[in-house]
């Protein structure tokens, strides 16, 4: 649970907070001592812990689609539709849910067939989104449990993120 600290004003609180009415302006940036970033943001939809979401020029999340465009966030906590809470943005993330097979080979790959937030490995048959400014440092540690529902996820794993951005589909062909 990272702590948060800001400028120019103090900004307190955790990272893992939910509240139903804003705390802060929806948008606002803080980092903790360790240098992560994180925004603040209404939920659009509801998100779980590692979660991967896209946010709009309002800093409201959605979950990530077809026609997706915009920054990424890793929300850091069970979020409700409608809450306030914060997105990491920046830094390192070491619970953020993927697919088995995930690697430390770029480019970072979001399925746009569900509306989990994880990320995946392509196969010829996929239409995904491409995530620039998030990169796989750790593949999933494929023993510990699911919690998104589905035996095609294996865990968390780490990613270094760098203001990571959705700018349009990425399919490959065979």
Same mark, same amino acid.
């Given at each position: 649970?990272?702590?948060?600290?800001?400028?120019?004003?103090?900004?307190?609180?955790?990272?893992?907070?939910?509240?139903?009415?804003?705390?802060?302006?929806?948008?606002?940036?803080?980092?903790?001592?360790?240098?992560?970033?994180?925004?603040?943001?209404?939920?659009?939809?509801?998100?779980?812990?590692?979660?991967?979401?896209?946010?709009?020029?309002?800093?409201?999340?959605?979950?990530?689609?077809?026609?997706?465009?915009?920054?990424?966030?890793?929300?850091?906590?069970?979020?409700?539709?409608?809450?306030?809470?914060? !997105? @990491?943005?920046?830094?390192?993330? %070491?619970?953020?849910?993927?697919?088995?097979? *995930?690697? =430390? /080979?770029?480019?970072?790959? $979001?399925?746009?067939?569900?509306?989990?937030?994880?990320?995946? !490995? @392509?196969?010829?048959?996929?239409? %995904?989104?491409?995530?620039?400014?998030?990169? *796989?440092? =750790? /593949?999933?540690?494929?023993? $510990?449990?699911?919690?998104?529902?589905?035996?095609?996820?294996?865990?968390?794993?780490?990613?270094?993120?760098?203001?990571?951005?959705?700018?349009?589909?990425?399919?490959?062909?065979?």
């Amino acid at each position: 649970m990272a702590e948060l600290t800001g400028s120019p004003h103090l900004i307190g609180g955790n990272t893992t907070d939910s509240q139903t009415t804003a705390r802060h302006i929806v948008g606002t940036v803080a980092r903790d001592a360790s240098g992560n970033e994180y925004r603040y943001v209404q939920f659009g939809v509801a998100a779980i812990n590692g979660e991967v979401v896209v946010m709009d020029n309002t800093w409201t999340t959605s979950r990530l689609s077809s026609t997706s465009r915009g920054f990424v966030g890793i929300a850091l906590a069970t979020q409700a539709a409608n809450a306030f809470g914060w !997105v @990491q943005v920046y830094g390192v993330n %070491s619970f953020v849910w993927a697919d088995t097979g *995930v690697t =430390t /080979a770029d480019p970072v790959l $979001a399925p746009v067939t569900t509306d989990l937030g994880h990320l995946a !490995v @392509q196969t010829s048959a996929d239409t %995904s989104i491409g995530i620039w400014g998030l990169h *796989v440092a =750790t /593949a999933p540690d494929s023993c $510990a449990s699911t919690a998104l529902g589905t035996s095609a996820l294996s865990a968390p794993c780490t990613v270094l993120l760098t203001y990571p951005l959705i700018t349009g589909s990425f399919s490959i062909s065979s």
